[in-house]
């Protein structure tokens, strides 16, 4: 969404979000690496907050465990800025994270298939529970 410059894309979609009439119940994002995850960042009302980390034994098996820290993600900041949409972030392991990114070995080969996949798992339970039961 263009986050590197000037987050133009993050306020375009908002600004088209207004202008359609949406109304995002969550926005997602994941933009910390491709690593293996272990939690979500949140900045929600306290309420919702409260609902997502219930949750947190469904994700346990999966290695996900921390759902503390706030935030959500740039791209996203103009929907929670403009519309005080709920916000979410997966958090990977940032321990490799500058050996690739914006570097010549920020290509996909090198990313770990299975930490990728692991991810996907994490961000696909997290939308079902939200759709399933709301926040």
Same mark, same amino acid.
């Given at each position: 969404?263009? %986050?590197? @410059?000037? *987050? ?10 207004? #202008? ?6 969550? &926005?997602? %994002?994941?933009?910390?690496?491709? &690593? ?31 759902? #503390? ?20 972030? *997966? ?12 570097? %010549? @070995?920020?290509?996909? %080969? ?7 996949? *692991? ?17």
């Amino acid at each position: 969404m263009n %986050e590197e @410059n000037g *987050l133009k894309g993050g306020q375009k979609y908002a600004e088209l979000a207004g #202008q359609n009439k949406e109304n995002h119940i969550l &926005a997602i %994002e994941t933009d910390a690496g491709g &690593a293996t995850p272990f939690g979500f960042s949140m900045s929600m009302s306290a309420a919702k907050r409260n609902k997502v980390t219930s949750w947190l034994p469904l994700f346990l098996p999966y290695g996900i465990y921390s759902f #503390q820290r706030e935030g959500g993600g740039a791209d996203i900041g103009p929907l929670q800025r403009k519309f005080g949409t709920p916000v979410m972030g *997966l958090l990977p392991d940032s321990q490799r994270y500058f050996d690739m990114h914006h570097s %010549e @070995n920020d290509v996909f %080969e090198n990313v770990h298939r299975r930490e990728l996949c *692991l991810g996907s798992v994490a961000m696909t339970l997290m939308v079902y529970m939200v759709s399933m039961y709301g926040l």
